[in-house]
């Protein structure tokens, strides 16, 4: 049995570059603005194999999504950090990996509302880490 290992980083359908989800909270009266972008680094292996003198052969490109979410505060060129990793797309496609790498970005665009649900979920399991990081950002340092 031939292995392959490859990898691949890309991100999520959207014409953004990425499922974004942008929230406003007040902090101390003044408005924070965060978006949260989901983005995947894709890592493919490929089994089986196909003998150079005959036809045919069984290979196949099993394939892993790992999705992180990231979370920017103010804008492009705010303060952001990844605060969560817990989501993999994971599946497999007939052929080699290089050969099947258009079949694997569309499997992986169709459950794009996978990952939008997830990206909701996090942004909801994330509003006490914020706050809390935000208040102990504003706390003048005790010297």
């Known amino acids: 049995m031939m292995m392959l290992l490859g990898a691949l980083t890309a991100s999520l359908a959207g014409a953004d570059g990425g499922h974004l989800h942008r929230t406003t909270i007040e902090h101390r ?3 924070v603005t965060i978006d949260y972008r989901a983005s995947t680094a ?3 292996r490929q089994t089986g194999m196909s003998p150079p003198t005959r036809t045919g052969g069984v290979v196949r490109c099993a394939w892993v999504a790992r ?3 990231e979370r ?3 804008g492009a060129d705010g303060l952001s950090r990844v605060v969560d990793t817990g989501l993999q797309l994971k599946g497999s496609q007939p052929g080699t990996c290089t050969a099947a790498k258009k079949a694997i970005e569309r499997e992986v665009a169709a459950r794009g509302d996978e990952v939008r649900r997830h990206v909701l979920a996090v942004v909801e399991r994330d509003r006490a880490t914020l ?3 935000l208040e102990a950002a504003a706390r003048p340092n005790a010297s």
Do not use: D, H, I, W
């Open 67 to 69: 999705v992180a979410v």
């Open 42 to 44: 894709l890592s493919t």
């Open 29 to 31: 009266g003044a408005p």
């Open 131 to 133: 706050l809390a990081e």
């Open 72 to 74: 920017r505060l103010g």
